[in-house]
């Protein structure tokens, strides 16, 4: 058996929100959006947010490095923000992208940023400064991935095409042309395959030969997962759940093995989301985090229930 319980809804944000990263421990979450407010949450009192920092705009992005002390936030006009939490005050916003910063992740020594203006840039997380960029798309590039074993990146366009690039080089391995009819708004690599969601609200599985780390993908297998756009999908940390997030207002948890769908949180049943859900965030201890169009960040217990073998009669 399976089973998914609420059990915190964390209000405070004055917009929408956008943006989930890890806080300054496992039990801790950011939360940013359209108030321009940087949030952390304490799992054990989410009721209580701390504000961390503050932006003049709006915030599409946050990225977390909780040894260094230090949050980089992307915002809807193309800045890149670098906060240290220490000293919240100097950030530095090094206006690059000439649109929104859709997404920010990190590999290692560097931080990639995924730009409104079809640019990705790959910058120097010690320095703070961008080394290099190229232009994949003349449309936003939504989404990054990174599979660390394959030594490479995956991101997602506007124009529906997935680019493959070896994050050392920013060599363009491959494009996955027509991956979804329109947007990538979300990818996300499990140990066998690549995962993509979209605009045309489908989820698709994305297979190849990982022993040979070729990037030329075939399509296993797709479903209509949600009614409306697929905003974000995250595996939990022991890659047994997938879940995803939509516009349609729900929670979709699934098998990612059989693609079998586990559960749909709502709004009428689970007391969910009234509005748009965003992003998706899983802790280490089985808690799956999610903020939403309706400025509220909710705590959600995933779990599987072991049941006896034995049936009372």
């Known amino acids: 058996m399976f089973s998914v319980r609420h059990l915190h809804t964390s209000k405070g944000h004055r917009a ?10 496992e039990h801790h979450v950011l939360s940013a959006g359209g108030d321009g407010w940087i949030v952390e949450w304490d799992a054990g009192d989410p009721e209580s947010g701390q504000l961390v920092a503050s932006i003049e705009t709006r915030i599409f992005s946050l990225c977390s490095i909780p040894e260094l002390n230090l949050i980089i936030a992307g915002n ?80 997602g366009s506007s124009d529906g095409s997935i680019y493959f690039l070896d994050p050392d080089t920013l060599e363009l391995k491959n494009i996955l042309k027509k991956a979804h009819t329109n ?11 690549l995962f993509s969601g979209g605009r045309d609200a489908m989820l698709r599985v994305w297979t190849s030969n990982l022993e040979l780390r070729t990037s030329n993908l075939e399509l296993q297998t797709e479903l209509p997962a949600h009614w409306f756009t697929i905003n974000h999908l995250a595996f939990s940390p022991d890659g047994a ?10 929670i979709k948890i699934w098998n990612p093995a059989t693609l079998e769908l586990l559960k749909v949180v709502d709004t009428l049943r689970h007391g969910g989301h009234v509005n748009s859900v965003n992003r998706l965030l899983w802790l280490r201890h089985g808690t799956l985090v999610s903020c939403s169009d309706d400025r509220s960040v909710m705590w959600w217990e995933v779990k599987s229930i072991v049941t006896s073998e034995l049936e009372i009669i």
């Open 76 to 155: 809807m006009d193309g800045g890149v923000h670098w906060i240290d939490r220490a000293a919240p005050d100097l950030t530095r916003n090094i206006q690059h992208h000439r649109k929104g910063v859709y997404d920010i992740v990190r590999s290692g020594q560097w931080i990639f940023t995924a730009g409104g203006d079809g640019i990705l840039t790959r910058w120097d997380l010690t320095a703070a400064r961008a080394v290099e960029s190229i232009q994949l798309s003349n449309q936003a590039l939504r989404c990054i991935a990174i599979s660390e074993s394959r030594q490479e990146l995956a991101v």
């Open 241 to 250: 759940f997938l879940a995803t997030a939509s516009r349609d207002k729900t």
């Open 183 to 193: 947007s990538v708004f979300t990818l996300a690599y499990g140990p066998h395959h």
């Open 16 to 25: 929408a929100l956008y943006a989930l990263a890890p806080g300054r421990s």
